[in-house]
Structures are given as structure tokens and as C-alpha cells.
């Protein structure tokens, strides 16, 4: 199961985050704007966060294998279709409708695993998730980022929807049959409404701190990797978009980050791991102020493994706190947290194109205090599961 979901986080992440990786040259060759080429990215985010309780409905329905199988092979379809886009606004539309497709496979990871993992290590199922989907995502930008300096951004993000599709094939294939899940048909009496489901865990005020973690910390999360390109290509840095493309291999310290977070919280609960990985993404965040390349990698590298660790714990909590439905539960989630990627990952950009980096690092600062402040009041209560 865990490789399955492994192989499963890698194709949905490397499609979702390639376009990422091409942001200078897809603002070069469609003559757009850094923001406005960042809408790319946003597009797909948006229809992901749109899409996910619609699949996690469906996974109540259909089984949590065979919607997950449904969305993996509509997203890697249309993955394939987004490097012949005709023009800016078709990248947008096609680049949306795979987001909804992408959005199957988050919407439902984790309840997967929730309910067939024991508890003991669900933290660190969990993480070792998170892993793969930071891999995917390091793996969409470094292939992609290259190669549309050598040729095109076509080339680029149609390389990585061919890599996705062999990592979905490995997932159909290796995927177990759930045993602790047995779907509701749609018609049956016992199917409980959707709307119910989602307001009993919106009741639920510790809920909705680790949603708002979601909503702030992957904002301002994909907001600095939006920009970082733009940064690097510019004064005084003047690095090619081959070498600019490296500097996501910090993902690698969230590959780690994700997983360790699962061993912290079995020795110090999820409460100050939670702070201390927001902890680390701020003074990662500060150490990029200093121009030079160094400086700039060592902090990217503290608030990558920072950002996932918070996320590993954040999204591994959420099943623990759930109530009347984990897959809805976990879509809220997602829901929060690719809003958040949609939103503050454009409007950010906004601050960067006035102010430039110090800009962008002041509006992802706050982002990242309001969180850990949420955190401190939402979810230091001593009954809160794991705290």
C-alpha cells in the first residue's frame, strides 16, 4: 500500500507542480506577466480544491481504490493533452479540468490509509505519503525546468505527463484491494447525506485550525516557489533557467521532513512539532533575504522540510480528529489547502512585482505567523487527541 501511494503521490504531483518549474519560459514565449503566469499553476490547484468532495463522496460510493483508479487515469489523460495547449487561455482551461481530475487522489490518500493501517503507525503511513508527493513534485520541476530551457515548456511538462503516466500504471498495479472500508451504493438507506458529513466536522473548531494551517502555510508555501524562478533569473543573480530549476531539489529535505515528522510526534506529540516545523519555514523564509545563491539554498532548503513537516502533521491529524466521515474530512483539508495554493500563490505576486523579494517575504511571513497563532489557541487543549 505504501509504495502504491507512494507511486500514486509522484504522478499526481509531478503533473500538478511542472508548470512550476517552466514559469519564466511560459512568460517569455506567451508574452504574460510573472502573476499572471502563475495563474497556470493556480488554475490546476483551484480545480483540485473544487473537486475533492465531490471525490471523496464518490469514494464512499464507488471504494476508495476504484474512484482513486478513475482519477488517476482521467488525470494522465489530460495531462498529456496540456502541452498542446493552442494558447494561454486553453492552458488555463485544460490545466483546471486536470486539477479536477488530480484532485481523486489527495481527496482520498489519506482516509485510504487511515483505515487500513493501524494507528500505531499512522503517523508514519502518513508521512511516508507525504514523501512521495514531494518527490513528484521535485521530480515535475527538475525534469521540466531544463528542458524547456533546451527546447520548450512543451517538451518540458509533456515529458513529465509521461513520467506520471508510468507512476500511475505502478499504482494500478500494486494497489491492495481495501478491507477496512466497504462502500454505501448510492441508493442505499444507510447512505448518510454528504451535507451531514461535512457539517459535523466543520462543527468541529480544532478542525478548522488544521484546515486554516492548510489554507496559510501551502499559500505561502507555493507563493515563494512561484516566484523563486523570476528571483533567480534576475539581478544580481542572472542564473539560467537550467541551474535556476536545481534549487527545487530542497524538496528532498521535505522527502525527509515528511517522514521525520511522524517520528517526532510519537516522542513529542503533534502540537510542538506542528509549531517547531513553522518555526523552521519562518527562519528558512528569512535566511532568502540575504543575495546571495548560498544563503538562498540553505533557506530554502530549512522552509521546505519546515512546510512539509507542518503539512505531514497537519494532514495526519485530521483522520485522528475526524468525525462522521474521514474522507470528508480530509477533503476539507485539501480544500483549504489548495485554496490557500490558488489564492495567496497569485496574489502574492502581486507584492513581488511591487516590491520584489522583500515583498513577497513580508506577505508569507505573516501567512505564517497567523498560523502558528491559530495553532497555539485552536489546538493546545489537553483533550485534543495527540496534542
Same mark, same amino acid.
Given at each position: 500500500?505504501?509504495?502504491?501511494?507512494?507511486?500514486?503521490?509522484?504522478?499526481?504531483?509531478?503533473?500538478?507542480?511542472?508548470?512550476?518549474?517552466?514559469?519564466?519560459?511560459?512568460?517569455?514565449?506567451?508574452?504574460?506577466?510573472?502573476?499572471?503566469?502563475?495563474?497556470?499553476?493556480?488554475?490546476?490547484?483551484?480545480?483540485?480544491?473544487?473537486?475533492?468532495?465531490?471525490?471523496?463522496?464518490?469514494?464512499?460510493?464507488?471504494?476508495?481504490?476504484?474512484?482513486?483508479?478513475?482519477?488517476?487515469?482521467?488525470?494522465?489523460?489530460?495531462?498529456?493533452?496540456?502541452?498542446?495547449?493552442?494558447?494561454?487561455?486553453?492552458?488555463?482551461?485544460?490545466?483546471?479540468?486536470?486539477?479536477?481530475?488530480?484532485?481523486?487522489?489527495?481527496?482520498?490518500?489519506?482516509?485510504?490509509?487511515?483505515?487500513?493501517?493501524?494507528?500505531?503507525?499512522?503517523?508514519?503511513?502518513?508521512?511516508?505519503?507525504?514523501?512521495?508527493?514531494?518527490?513528484?513534485?521535485?521530480?515535475?520541476?527538475?525534469?521540466?525546468?531544463?528542458?524547456?530551457?533546451?527546447?520548450?515548456? %512543451?517538451?518540458?511538462?509533456?515529458?513529465?505527463? *509521461?513520467? /506520471?503516466?508510468? &507512476?500511475?500504471? @505502478? #499504482? =494500478? +498495479?500494486?494497489?491492495?484491494?481495501?478491507?477496512?472500508?466497504?462502500?454505501?451504493?448510492?441508493?442505499?438507506?444507510?447512505?448518510?447525506?454528504?451535507?451531514?458529513?461535512?457539517?459535523?466536522?466543520?462543527?468541529?473548531?480544532?478542525?478548522?485550525?488544521?484546515?486554516?494551517?492548510?489554507?496559510?502555510?501551502?499559500?505561502?508555501?507555493?507563493?515563494?516557489?512561484?516566484?523563486?524562478?523570476? %528571483?533567480?533569473?534576475?539581478?544580481?543573480?542572472? *542564473?539560467? /533557467?537550467?541551474? &535556476?530549476?536545481? @534549487? #527545487? =531539489? +530542497?524538496?528532498?529535505?521535505?522527502?525527509?521532513?515528511?517522514?521525520?515528522?511522524?517520528?517526532?510526534?510519537?516522542?513529542?506529540?503533534?502540537?510542538?512539532?506542528?509549531?517547531?516545523?513553522?518555526?523552521?519555514?519562518?527562519?528558512?523564509?528569512?535566511?532568502?533575504?540575504?543575495?546571495?545563491?548560498?544563503?538562498?539554498?540553505?533557506?530554502?532548503?530549512?522552509?521546505?522540510?519546515?512546510?512539509?513537516?507542518?503539512?505531514?502533521?497537519?494532514?495526519?491529524?485530521?483522520?485522528?480528529?475526524?468525525?462522521?466521515?474521514? +474522507?470528508?474530512?480530509?477533503?476539507?483539508?485539501?480544500?483549504?489547502?489548495?485554496?490557500?495554493?490558488?489564492?495567496?500563490?497569485?496574489?502574492?505576486?502581486?507584492?513581488?512585482?511591487?516590491?520584489?523579494?522583500?515583498?513577497?517575504?513580508?506577505?508569507?511571513?505573516?501567512?505564517?505567523?497567523?498560523?502558528?497563532?491559530?495553532?497555539?489557541?485552536?489546538?493546545?487543549?489537553?483533550?485534543?487527541?495527540?496534542?
Amino acid at each position: 500500500m505504501i509504495l502504491a501511494l507512494f507511486a500514486a503521490g509522484v504522478a499526481t504531483f509531478s503533473q500538478l507542480y511542472s508548470v512550476q518549474g517552466v514559469l519564466p519560459e511560459l512568460s517569455r514565449d506567451l508574452g504574460i506577466g510573472e502573476a499572471q503566469a502563475a495563474l497556470a499553476v493556480s488554475a490546476a490547484t483551484l480545480g483540485l480544491a473544487c473537486s475533492v468532495l465531490v471525490w471523496s463522496l464518490l469514494a464512499d460510493r464507488l471504494g476508495r481504490l476504484r474512484t482513486m483508479n478513475i482519477a488517476i487515469i482521467a488525470a494522465v489523460i489530460l495531462g498529456l493533452a496540456v502541452p498542446f495547449s493552442p494558447g494561454f487561455e486553453w492552458l488555463l482551461a485544460l490545466r483546471f479540468i486536470e486539477g479536477l481530475a488530480l484532485g481523486g487522489i489527495p481527496a482520498i490518500a489519506l482516509a485510504y490509509l487511515a483505515e487500513e493501517v493501524s494507528h500505531l503507525h499512522a503517523a508514519v503511513a502518513a508521512g511516508t505519503y507525504i514523501s512521495g508527493t514531494t518527490l513528484g513534485g521535485l521530480a515535475g520541476r527538475l525534469v521540466a525546468g531544463p528542458l524547456s530551457e533546451f527546447w520548450n515548456w %512543451r517538451v518540458g511538462t509533456l515529458v513529465v505527463s *509521461i513520467m /506520471a503516466a508510468i &507512476a500511475a500504471s @505502478v #499504482f =494500478i +498495479a500494486v494497489a491492495p484491494s481495501p478491507r477496512g472500508f466497504t462502500p454505501v451504493p448510492f441508493a442505499s438507506p444507510d447512505a448518510v447525506p454528504l451535507w451531514r458529513k461535512l457539517w459535523a466536522n466543520l462543527r468541529q473548531g480544532r478542525l478548522l485550525v488544521l484546515y486554516a494551517q492548510g489554507f496559510l502555510l501551502m499559500g505561502g508555501f507555493v507563493a515563494v516557489f512561484n516566484y523563486l524562478g523570476f %528571483r533567480l533569473e534576475a539581478p544580481p543573480f542572472l *542564473i539560467p /533557467a537550467s541551474l &535556476a530549476s536545481l @534549487v #527545487f =531539489i +530542497a524538496y528532498l529535505s521535505g522527502t525527509w521532513s515528511s517522514r521525520q515528522s511522524g517520528v517526532f510526534v510519537a516522542r513529542f506529540a503533534r502540537l510542538p512539532v506542528l509549531l517547531g516545523s513553522i518555526g523552521v519555514m519562518f527562519g528558512g523564509l528569512l535566511i532568502t533575504l540575504v543575495e546571495f545563491l548560498p544563503s538562498v539554498v540553505v533557506g530554502m532548503l530549512l522552509f521546505t522540510a519546515g512546510f512539509f513537516g507542518a503539512h505531514a502533521v497537519a494532514s495526519g491529524w485530521i483522520p485522528v480528529l475526524a468525525v462522521g466521515g474521514r +474522507a470528508q474530512a480530509a477533503s476539507l483539508y485539501n480544500l483549504a489547502y489548495y485554496g490557500g495554493s490558488s489564492l495567496f500563490g497569485w496574489a502574492i505576486g502581486l507584492l513581488f512585482n511591487v516590491w520584489g523579494w522583500p515583498g513577497l517575504v513580508a506577505g508569507v511571513g505573516l501567512l505564517l505567523m497567523v498560523a502558528a497563532s491559530l495553532a497555539v489557541l485552536g489546538l493546545r487543549n489537553p483533550s485534543t487527541p495527540g496534542a
